[in-house]
């Protein structure tokens, strides 16, 4: 249940497994607990669709996420002012932070600003992934996200974007050049999951089509 790096893991059911009752997701919840994790469980619903209906008996909210794969054929040119980062950056982090604290995909107040203040606060952290930023001449970093790497297959996280500076093509720009690069390095298979519907089309125009949908479930609240 803990990954590699040390960071909690979720839950997720067996494939091809049996199938799910609301007593075996009770006693993940209990072992979860016991364990000090979160309470999470994520799976794919085409795969296992009787544990939808399970998992919100059993208490949990879950979250259904449009789930996307990378068609390498759309994706556009890349962007004049997007560039890929070896190693984690304070940048990726605040940036990430800010634009998760305003979710959705409508603009709105905290910008550079707040950027910096954070910034000037914040300590540089280990990283083992891809980043990739906007970087805008005379505005500094807007938007960056993260590429994770298991074999051929890499996932594409934590998209984010200033609230202020929305809307102008940077975090589809971003997605994309992640992807770019986990092309040039090899991956068989680019997916993402979208946080909602809204947030699917920005990916749509970067290449990305919808193939299922991933289901995140956790506590409410
Ligand atoms: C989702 C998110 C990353 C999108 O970032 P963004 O930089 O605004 O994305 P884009 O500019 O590429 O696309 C957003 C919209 O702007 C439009 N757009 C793109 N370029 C544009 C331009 N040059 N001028 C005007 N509009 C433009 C897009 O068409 C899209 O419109 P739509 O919502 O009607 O489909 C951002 O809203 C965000 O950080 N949200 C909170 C965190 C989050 O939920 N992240 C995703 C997790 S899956």
Known sequence: MQAGDGYPFYARPRYPGGRPTVDDVVKMRARQRELGVPEALEWVHETTPDLLGVAREAGLEVLEAPLMVLDPRRLPEPHPHVRLLGTRTPEVDVVAQLAFSSPGTAKGEAGVAERDAALAVATPMPGRHRY?????????VLASGTAQRAGDVVEVV?????????RRGLGGAVTAELARDALAHGAELVFLSAGSAEIARVYERVGFRRAGTACVAAPPG
């Open 132 to 140: 990739a930023v906007a970087d805008v001449p005379g505005e500094g």
């Open 158 to 166: 934590g998209i984010g974007t200033l609230p202020a500076a929305r």
